[in-house]
């Protein structure tokens, strides 16, 4: 049996776009929403990658977000720690602006502002070595969110490389972000 054509727009410049066409648009858009956690899932399950750490980047992901959990974070501080580095794959070099860009319609501003630092931040442990300013987070001091990001990098992101530690599987944490991806209005 022949597949129904997918639904279109008719215009091929936006600005001939009608309502009708963007209603198609925007169900479309919606539905493509409503997978994005799946589409996370099978993002976090490919980190296999180690980046030259002693553990891949999927159990460093889950490692932060069990030792957040345990220590009783909110669900949406957790999808934080589990997402924040999902871009070091895509973006090596500005990975925390692209975990933040993709957290930031679900996640307070404090908890957004935190991701998207996150990655100057952890140069505070090893920007030392290379001659360069393990304080140069300083300069964001002003930031009321400086703490927290500081708070995160030390206990959920710096000490998360110990193949030793008893993570919880990807699936525990599968309930929580489809609690968390859902778009504040």
Known sequence: MDQPPARRAAF???????????VIVRDVAQAEAAGLTDRLMD???????TGGFRIDRLDHSLQSATRALRDGRDEEYVVCALLHDIGDMLAPFNHAE?????????????NHWMVQHHGLFQTYYYAHHFGRDRNARDKLADSPWFAQTVEFCELYDQNC???DYDNLPLAHF???L???????T
């Open 12 to 22: 091929t410049a936006m600005s001939e776009g009608t309502a009708a066409d963007y």
């Open 43 to 49: 993002l976090l399950a490919g980190l296999k990658d």
């Open 98 to 110: 692209v975990a933040a860009a993709v957290l930031k319609p679900y996640v307070s501003p404090g």
């Open 161 to 163: 490389f110990d193949p």
């Open 174 to 176: 599968e309930p929580i």
């Open 178 to 184: 489809r609690r968390v991806l859902v778009q504040k």
